[in-house]
């Protein structure tokens, strides 16, 4: 069974949702908005840029196999789910 400290530690939002609005995308403006873009996720939650730079999380077994669904805690489940709505936003954001 993987350790509890493999699994990353994820931000405890309460309260409903998040003020702040998603920085606009300006053309020939790029390096600016991602720059405030990676800042407004990070803000958001932390764990997001991990994510974009190495991956969505997989939960693995003690010997580092994929571990099924029905096996997952629910601090795995918590951040898979994360990683899927990071998903959603950056799609909702690159279809506007």
């Not at 998040?18 to 958001?44: D, H, S, T, V």
């Not at 991956?55 to 099924?68: H, L, S, Y």
């Amino acid at each position: 069974m993987a350790a509890v400290n493999d699994v990353p530690q994820l931000v405890d939002k309460k309260g409903g949702s998040y003020a702040a609005i998603a920085p606009k995308l300006e053309p020939r403006k790029f390096n600016k908005w991602k720059k405030r873009m990676l800042c407004y996720l990070a803000g958001m939650e932390p764990y997001y840029l991990k994510c974009i730079k190495d991956g969505p999380f997989q939960p693995k077994t003690a010997d580092g196999d994929a571990k099924p669904e029905s096996q997952w805690t629910p601090d795995e489940r918590r951040v898979v789910i994360q990683d899927q709505r990071l998903k959603n936003s950056h799609y909702v954001m690159s279809t506007r």
